[in-house]
């Protein structure tokens, strides 16, 4: 062999060997790649997660819906009860609202977010961030939308303003006759054992099946509250009802409204503040927020009208009080459906539960016996159970629903009946204790005196006029 060919081979073999070891090294590098690959993965999403950003127009809408929501309880649904009372209770209600839904608001930052969106628990209730613990003006929560996040103060006193509503409308069925102390301890025993493990059940996703809300892990839809607030507050309102008993007079003597033009504007203020309750419940200043909107403007509007038209098919005049209790009806019932339907649908759901809500207020409440002073059940109570089942048929696309195009209607029917069958036990089983736990502690109602005289002077020492 000659040197050049004997250069030659070893050069060869040389680059042979070379290139051997490069593909058994690009092979090693190339394994070391996919083992690291879900740890890199991870490490990326936390980092998204960490660098995600409060976006400011959904921060502001937010503050502004809860904004909102709170005009709906003060003055808005103070002034509406207080119109349908006798003049001489106006300011025991008007006590009573503002108290007990600034009594939901201490609770719910000491322990009431704690228990139903604190964290990872059960089906039935949170545990965790209990007098806010951990959370800064940095922390945030997540939206509907990956990667969108609003910060947790906010997030907290939006629902803040639920509790408090919620445990205000309660008053609706008990007014004229029960004590304020007694209203008192109620409010803080039904927050904790009704309100804020409904809350939890329909509205928490934990990490697990376990650990998510009981109604939301079956994919029950509740938009913006038509368990947790209307059939919640609804039932307990002719629990308590019937525990207390009818008012001195009932049905005998008159007990007319003493100022429709209060409860108008009441009316106005909560129709208004509703905005924020149910398109504030998309958490975002998007798409799904504008739906809300106008489908809570049509709802309402059907209600209004068909109740009115509903009082005239039986024999009456279209009134000014019919009116708003349409409006409030077609509220009700749109709340769940708010994001979950079309504007028709909304307007089919409203003028349903103005009709139904009618009859039941007018021609069969009459007949049952008991005494929801102010229609607190057969408004908030039917008109949710109307429209939580109802936000089943509202999603189908053929109503404009966001339902997709192989929607399961009969299926989701279903978890709908048996969702609302939770809250009314979960919710009459609850305030009944809570109830008689105030009973046990103060007693219940007001003497016969008293309830002749007034519970503005007899509790409160004051007038709401004095002329």
């Known amino acids: 062999m000659t040197p050049y060919r004997k250069i030659g081979a070893a050069i060869s073999g040389t680059a042979l060997s070379l290139i051997v070891s490069a593909q058994a090294w690009a ?44 005009a709906m309880i003060v003055p808005g649904l103070a002034l509406f009860y207080g119109g349908l009372v006798r003049t001489k209770n106006m300011a025991s209600v008007l006590t009573q609202v503002i108290a007990v839904a600034s009594l939901a608001m201490l609770v719910w930052v000491m322990y009431g977010y704690g228990l139903a969106f604190g964290g990872d628990a059960n089906q039935f209730i949170s545990t965790g961030k209990f007098f806010l613990a951990g959370v800064t003006a940095d922390s945030t929560v997540a939206t509907f939308t990956d990667g969108v996040v609003i910060p947790e103060f906010v997030f907290i006193a939006f629902q803040m303003t639920f509790a408090a509503i919620t445990v205000s409308l309660v008053i609706g069925g008990l007014v004229e006759r029960m004590k304020f102390s007694a209203l008192m301890v ?36 509740d938009f913006a509250g038509g368990t947790v607030v209307h059939i919640n507050a609804g039932v307990s309102a002719l629990v308590g009802a019937i525990i207390l008993g009818k008012r001195l007079g009932y049905q005998k003597d008159v007990m007319a409204p003493h100022s429709l033009t209060m409860t108008l504007i009441g009316t106005g203020l909560l129709w208004v503040g509703w905005f924020g309750f149910n398109a504030g419940s998309a958490l975002e200043a998007n798409g799904s ?43 009700v019932a749109v709340t ?19 009709v139904v809500c009618c009859v039941f207020v007018m021609k069969m409440k ?18 949710g159970i109307v429209g939580s089942i109802g936000t089943a048929v509202t999603m189908l696309p053929a109503l404009g629903g966001p339902g997709a195009e192989d929607y399961d209607l009969g299926g989701q029917l279903v978890i709908q009946i048996m969702a609302v069958a939770v809250a009314i036990v979960w919710a009459g089983v609850g305030s009944a204790i809570a109830f008689y736990i105030a009973k046990l502690v103060t007693g219940l109602r007001v003497s016969e005196d008293i309830e002749r005289e007034g519970l503005d002077l007899g509790e409160h020492g004051e007038r709401a006029y004095n002329y």
Do not use: R
């Open 336 to 354: 769940p459906a708010a994001g979950n339907s079309g504007p028709f649908g909304a307007v089919l759901l409203g003028a349903l539960a103005g």
């Open 289 to 331: 927020a504008g739906l809300a909107l106008i489908n809570t403007l049509v709802a309402t509007a059907a209600g209004v009208l068909f109740w009115m038209l509903t009082e005239k098919a039986i024999g009456h005049q279209g009134s000014l009080l019919g009116a708003c209790s349409g409006a409030i009806a077609g509220l």
């Open 366 to 383: 009459p007949k049952m016996g008991f005494d929801d002073s102010l229609d607190a059940f057969g408004i908030h109570g039917l008109g």
């Open 186 to 221: 109620f409010a803080l025993v039904w927050l904790t054992i009704v309100y804020f493990p409904i809350a939890h059940m329909v509205w928490y996703a934990g990490a697990t099946p376990e650990t998510t809300g009981l109604l939301f892990d079956w994919g029950a839809l």
């Open 27 to 70: 092979q090693e590098v190339a394994e070391d790649i996919a083992e690291a690959a879900p740890a890199v993965a991870e490490a990326v999403e936390a980092a998204a997660e960490a660098a995600a950003i409060a976006d400011k127009g959904d921060t502001a809408w937010m503050m502004t819906a809860t904004v909102l929501v709170m």
